[in-house]
Every structure is written in C-alpha cells, then in structure tokens.
C-alpha cells in the first residue's frame, strides 16, 4: 500500500523532475573531472560527497518546491475538510521525494562505477559507508525543504532554502578554517556532509566518523520529516532528534575537521609486482598503473645501471600519502628505487603525456627519507637527472651548476654522482654540496 501511493506521487508530483535533475546535474558534474576518481571506489564516494556543495542546496529547493504545492493549488481548507490525517499526505509526499533523491544518488554512483571497475585493483569497504553518508544527507535536505515549504509557502522560499543550504555545507566550514585565531578544525565541522577536505589514494574514512556521521544525519532527516507533519504546538518536540544527534555527535567526532577523518589504509597500499625483467612494483590501489609504468620504470633502472656503480635493481612505489596524514617510507635499501607515481587519467590508467614520468623515476635514485631532508635535494635531483639524460636543465641555477659539471672530466663526474647518492642515503645534510661547489 505504501510503495503504491509513493508511486502515485512519483507519478503526479515535482518529486520526479527533482530527482532527474539531480541525477542529470550530479553525474555531469561528475563526468567533468574523471580522473580524480578513475579506478578507485573511495575516491569515487568521496568525489559524490563534494558534489554535494551543489546536490544538496538542489534537494532543499526541492523539497520546498513541493512543500508549497497545496498552498499554490488553493486545497488546503479543502483537504482540512477530509477525514484522512493530515499527515498521511506529507509522508506520502515526503516519502517519493525522498525515494527519488535516493535513486537519483544511486544512479549517480553506478554511473562513475564506469570510469572506476574497468581499471580498479582494490575495493574497500569503507566506499560504501561514504558513499551512504552523502545519500543520507540528501534526505535530510529535502525533508527538511519539505518543512521549510509547507512553514512558508512562497515563491522564494526554495531559492532562499537553496542558498542557505550552500552557505550551511560550504561557505561555513571555509569561514571556520580561515577566521583569524582559527586552530584546527573543530569536530563541529564533521556535521557538514561534504568531504571537502580530500583524501588521498593511501587514505580511508575512519568507520567510527561515518557512523557518528550517518546516525547524525538520520536524526536530523528524522526532523525534517516530522517538522513537515508538525502543527505548531509540535514544532519543538519535532526539533528534538537533531538536538540529540548533535549532542552526541560531535563529542565522537574527532577534531580536526575531514583532515583528522581520514586514517591510513594498509589494504591500499600492499605490493603488486612486475617480476619480468628487473622487479617493479605498485600499490594494489594504483594497479591498473603498472603495465603502462613497468617499461619506462626498467628503462630508467637501464640507465641508471648504465651511468652509475651500484644502482639500484628493482623500483617500488612509494607507500607515504602525498597529502594528508599517513606514515613516511622507511629509509631503503641502496639496491632499491622509490619513486612517485604518476598522474591518473580519465580512463584509470597512467597518464605519461606530459613526459615528466622517466625523469622523476631517475631523480629518485637521489632521495631517501630523512629528517630533515639534505639541503637542496630539489636542485640536486634535477642535476642527477640532467647528468644521466644529456638534456641542460631549463632553470638558471642547475643549468649553471650543470654546464660546470659537464666541465669536470667523466670519471670525476661520475665520482661526484656515486658520492652525492651515498650521502643522501645516508641522509647527511651536505649530501648534494659537492655538486654545485
């Protein structure tokens, strides 16, 4: 009975058109940056959650448009005169706007499933909770539009609803970050649903955060609905389950905002490896990498053992987060090479078109985790690279510093090199000094 009359609403209500739009503006914004998510199911929930700056403000105008349409069709003294509870109605109405914004967000995220499971190595579970926490919000968004639209049945209320929503899950945290005085983010912050924060590829969602997250929003979901249904004797009680939920919310949530969020995946970062030829090896997250880096990685392994005694004979990629939180490598081994890897494109694969790859896997056989790192390593890395390539680097300094080295006899070149590489995996200070004297 219930999924029939949700039906009828889908059917002669704004709560289609409000889903379709969501879902047609949601995945084109979706499709409009592939490669931030391509391959990899947590970046895919975490990239729908940033959607949300625009897919929430989209569902509070929404549900405000809906929660006019009784005012706007002149039938509220008639539907007063039935003998239907009033509220049989509102849930109805409630419940289609809220199955389509469900689906809506759904579909959104089967739709990126097609940029992400060709080329993806690694699921991890705490995708799907990602992913839930931001279809939560949307309820909650347009149950609470709905209320917003019946308590002030005008034109402007969903445009005014709309911008609020943004100032609310955007512009607020952005204030907090920035206002002077402002240290870490405080765990307020977390009630927000958009992960505006970003996370790396070796980083996860704590599990505790989404759930404090996801019981939040369902409590304040549970208001929207019932300010929808309130009289105006209900209105305070109706404000209660999101009263409560921030009461307990925010004391579990860590400080520090979406930054403090995100914990270190071990899963993320275990060894996939090449063993045909000299040993390459990727992240299980950046699989789908390692056949188009495989070669060009050997290539250089060729090159350096080419140019200098004791290179290293197999390449593993670094395991340390670019950005975010996360342990540094462990100092390694002369024998082996860590390097970056590179960008991802649209389709989950490397993307080696600017050219820059080979050159950053060779300047790696310069660099070594220490604390703090050798004085300029940069300058010294760009050296290394120009040195085994031939190629004059483009700035200034190195290039001043290179045509001075070229001047040296070979062997002493060499010499030079081998020593600079032993001092910086010695992590000594002055590794890249006898370089640039």
Do not use: K
């Not at 097609?114 to 968004?141: E, I």
Request: hydrophobic share 55%.
């Amino acid at each position: 009975m219930i999924a029939r009359v949700v039906r009828l609403e889908l059917g002669r209500s704004a709560a289609a058109v409000v889903a379709v739009a969501s879902f047609v503006i949601g995945t084109a914004l979706l499709f409009s940056f592939p490669q931030a998510f391509a391959g990899r199911w947590l970046q895919l929930a975490a990239a729908l959650r940033v959607l949300l700056l625009v897919l929430f403000p989209i569902a509070l105008a929404g549900g405000a448009a809906l929660g006019r349409r009784e005012a706007r069709a002149g039938v509220g003294e008639l539907f007063a005169a039935t003998p239907r509870p009033r509220r049989h109605r509102i849930l109805a109405t409630a419940g289609a706007l809220g199955a389509g914004l469900l689906a809506a967000y759904a579909l959104t995220f089967l739709a990126g499933l097609a940029r992400v499971v060709p080329t993806s190595g690694y699921f991890p579970p705490s995708a799907l909770a990602v992913a839930g926490v931001g279809a939560l919000s949307l309820l909650a968004g347009g149950w609470l539009g709905l209320a917003a639209g019946r308590a002030v049945p005008r034109f402007v209320t969903a445009p005014v609803v709309a911008v609020l929503g943004v100032a609310v899950v955007g512009m607020v945290p952005e204030w907090a970050r920035v206002a002077p005085g402002a240290g870490a983010d405080a765990a307020a912050l977390l009630l927000t649903p958009v992960y505006a924060g970003g996370i790396d590829d070796f980083q996860t969602v704590a599990a505790r955060v989404s759930l404090v997250q996801a019981l939040w929003l369902a409590a304040l979901a549970a208001t929207g609905l019932l300010l929808a249904v309130a009289r105006p004797r209900t209105v305070a009680p109706a404000l209660l389950p999101a009263v409560l939920g921030a009461a307990v919310a925010v004391p579990l949530l860590p400080s520090g905002g979406y930054a403090a969020a995100a914990a270190y995946d071990p899963g993320a970062v275990e060894l996939i490896c090449d063993d045909h030829g000299p040993q390459v090896c990727v992240t299980r997250v950046h699989a789908a990498l390692l056949p188009d880096i495989a070669g060009p990685v050997r290539a250089a392994l060729a090159t350096l053992a080419a140019r200098v005694p004791g290179a290293p004979t197999r390449a593993v990629e670094s395991r340390a987060p670019v950005y975010g939180t996360g342990p540094a490598d462990p100092p390694h081994a002369a024998g082996t090479l860590v390097f970056l890897a590179p960008s991802i494109g649209a389709n989950g694969r490397a993307d080696l078109r600017d050219g820059s790859f080979p050159g950053l896997v060779l300047g790696a056989a310069w660099e070594q985790t220490c604390d703090p790192a050798p004085a300029g390593a940069f300058e010294g890395r760009e050296l290394a690279v120009a040195w085994l390539t031939g190629a004059a680097p483009a700035r200034p300094e190195p290039a001043a510093a290179y045509t001075a080295l070229r001047a040296r006899p070979e062997d002493e070149q060499r010499r030079l090199m081998v020593a600079a590489r032993e001092a910086v995996l010695a992590c000594r200070p002055d590794a890249f000094a006898g370089l640039t004297s």
